[in-house]
């Protein structure tokens, strides 16, 4: 089952996102998919208000994977230029850890990622709205989608 939220600005989105954020456990994996522009480091910004952190959250684009720590640690990763290769990056360290990883570009990785997960597509529909697609892989996500 697919989840459909519609956000009309930057605020909600990243509301939305921090309400998720207050859900999290340990190990837990999210996957976000989406154009350029589209809102998903928006959204990890919100995500990790829900996580208690403080410090700026912005795109991991360069570095791969950046690291922040709040009440769980959080791994936000951008795998857009690891087509091959994300195994040697030591990233299923992260993905089966005790942290919570929030993977933008996941289906360049999709062969490695745990099945249990929370798959996001964010979608741009015009300056400010959004369009958020929340696909739970597993009971504990379901439970999630089942309370927002």
């Not at 922040?68 to 857009?80: E, N």
């Amino acid at each position: 089952m697919t989840y459909i939220i519609k956000t009309n600005s930057v605020e909600e989105t990243q509301l939305l996102a921090e309400k998720i954020g207050r859900w999290v456990k340990p190990g837990m994996i999210l996957t976000l998919e989406g154009d350029l522009g589209a809102g998903k480091t928006t959204f990890t910004k919100g995500f990790a208000r829900g996580l208690d952190i403080k410090r700026n959250v912005n795109s991991p684009t360069f570095t791969i994977i950046k690291e922040y720590q709040g009440r769980l640690p959080l791994y936000h990763m951008d795998v857009y230029r690891l087509e091959n290769g994300a195994e040697d990056m030591g990233i299923d360290d992260y993905l089966f850890g005790e942290g919570v990883c929030v993977v933008e570009w996941a289906s360049m990785i999709e062969d490695i990622l745990p099945k249990d997960r929370l798959d996001i597509k964010v979608y741009r529909e015009d300056e400010m709205s959004r369009r958020i697609e929340l696909t739970p892989v597993g009971e504990f996500y379901e439970s999630v989608c089942e309370v927002l």
